[in-house]
Nanobody, 123 residues
């Protein structure tokens, strides 16, 4: 069982930046593929970025070049640095974990989810 807790959301203006953090309650030797998802009202949950246990990453096309995912295995934390934010980035952002050892941005591949943190970008 893995518990995930997100933090770092907030409200910024277009062009601003935020850094989201996810703390995972698991043993440091356990390895999971981690990801950030987001969901705006009325829309499906969308995969934003994912990172494999050994560090490979993948991004949604809409955020590539603006967002950076990283992890600190010693501290069991996952981060998402978000730069050049746009109003369309406004959503609830979720941290997720899966024991599948490959990169995936499909929500159904993830077993563990956090409660989410709200990001609002105003124009």
């Amino acid at each position: 069982q893995v518990q995930l807790v997100e933090s770092g959301g907030g409200s910024v203006q277009t062009g601003g930046f935020l850094c989201l953090t996810c703390s995972a309650s698991k043993s440091s030797y356990e390895r999971y593929t981690m990801a950030w998802f987001r969901q705006a009202p009325g829309l499906e949950r969308e995969g934003v970025a994912t990172i494999a246990p050994l560090g490979g990453v993948n991004y949604a096309y809409s955020v590539e070049g603006r967002f950076t995912i990283s992890q600190d295995n010693a501290k069991n934390t996952l981060s998402l640095q978000m730069n050049s934010l746009k109003p369309e980035d406004t959503a609830m952002y979720y941290c997720a974990a899966t024991s599948k050892p490959w990169l995936t941005l499909r929500a159904r591949d993830y077993k563990y989810w956090g409660q989410g943190t709200q990001v609002t970008v105003s124009s």
